[in-house]
């Protein structure tokens, strides 16, 4: 029997990112780039606050809140 992917066995968000990208016929830029960063960043907050569960301890701290993303742009942005 199959067992799940672990979060180490599993791409990057910017490698999928990149894979996505190519088996489409282009390649990503440098801003699109930075954004696939700031994907990563918010990717990894929020798999580390699913592993870190609850505690008595946990129930007297305050949780850091996860910062989201806001995108704008163009239309047509990133098409080809």
Do not use: C
């Not at 067992?3 to 910017?14: E, G, H």
């Not at 699913?50 to 007297?60: D, I, K």
Request: net charge positive.
């Amino acid at each position: 029997m199959d067992q799940p992917a672990q979060a180490n066995d599993l791409p990057s968000f910017a490698e999928h990112a990149r894979r996505a990208a190519q088996s489409h016929g282009f390649s990503l830029d440098s801003a699109q780039l930075e954004v696939v960063g700031h994907f990563q960043r918010l990717h990894d907050e929020l798999t580390q606050s699913e592993q870190v569960g609850y505690s008595l301890l946990s129930v007297f701290m305050r949780a850091r809140p996860i910062r989201g993303l806001y995108l704008w742009g163009g239309v047509g942005r990133g098409k080809r």
